[in-house]
T-cell receptor
């Protein structure tokens, strides 16, 4: 196991609603990244947080936002859900620093379905 | 903009055979190239990775070949086993933790 846990594992929402996905990183990992994985595709980088501040963002609109907390937990919030937001959302933690990208640990993801 | 192209989309290999998956990248700023393995219902897990200063890296049955001039790299799985059946993603990065993934290869190893 990676030591990265995500909740919930599955979620069903309707278009226009808001959703919050949660992640608990490995102890000591001060960097967390979120990825969106559409069916049959590779994960797409949403954003990264380092020591509670956003530290890089992919090509996602502002309705995707996040938070990172001092206790190694983090959240991904999506407002005004659209059908295309249906995907597996992955959280990945790393110790950060120069070696962070070589020690990236993914959780099992939250499967979000938007109806 | 897809910066990492991966092929084939799917692959069927007999037990004991060699599985080969290829990737090509565009961004010359990439300097770290990992391969991830993903089983159904699980997140990707790091399998093996390479930096562009070497042309090959081997770990057990898994080998990465890297061609910097062609901007291509490949994964070879020797003596493929049914337990290797999974989806494989190549990835690339030039900055900490931000990975650009390929589209994935679904590998099936038959008996």
């Amino acid at each position: 196991e990676t030591g990265v846990t995500q909740s919930p594992t599955h979620l069903i929402k309707t278009r226009g609603q808001q959703v919050t996905l949660r992640c608990s990183s490995q102890s000591g990992h001060n960097t967390v990244s979120w990825y969106q994985q559409a069916l049959g595709q590779g994960p797409q980088f949403i954003f990264q947080y380092y020591r509670e501040e956003e530290n890089g963002r992919g090509n996602f609109p502002p309705r995707f936002s996040g938070l990172q907390f001092p206790n190694y937990s983090s959240e991904l919030n999506v407002n005004a859900l659209e059908l295309d937001d249906s995907a597996l959302y992955l959280c990945a933690s790393s110790p950060g620093g120069a070696g962070g990208r070589e020690k990236l640990f993914f959780g099992s993801g939250t499967q979000l379905s938007v109806l | 903009q897809q910066q990492v192209k991966q092929s084939p989309q799917s692959l069927i290999v007999q037990k004991g055979g060699i599985s080969i998956i290829n990737c090509a990248y565009e961004n010359t700023a990439f300097d770290y190239f990992p391969w991830y393995q993903q089983f159904p219902g699980k997140g990707p897990a790091l399998l093996i990775a390479i930096r562009p200063d070497v042309s090959e890296k081997k770990e057990g049955r898994f080998t990465i070949s890297f061609n910097k001039s062609a901007k291509q790299f490949s994964l070879h799985i020797m003596d493929s086993q049914p337990g290797d059946s999974a989806t494989y993603f190549c990835a690339a990065t030039g900055t900490a933790s931000k990975l650009t993934f390929g589209t994935g290869t679904r590998l099936q190893v038959t008996l």
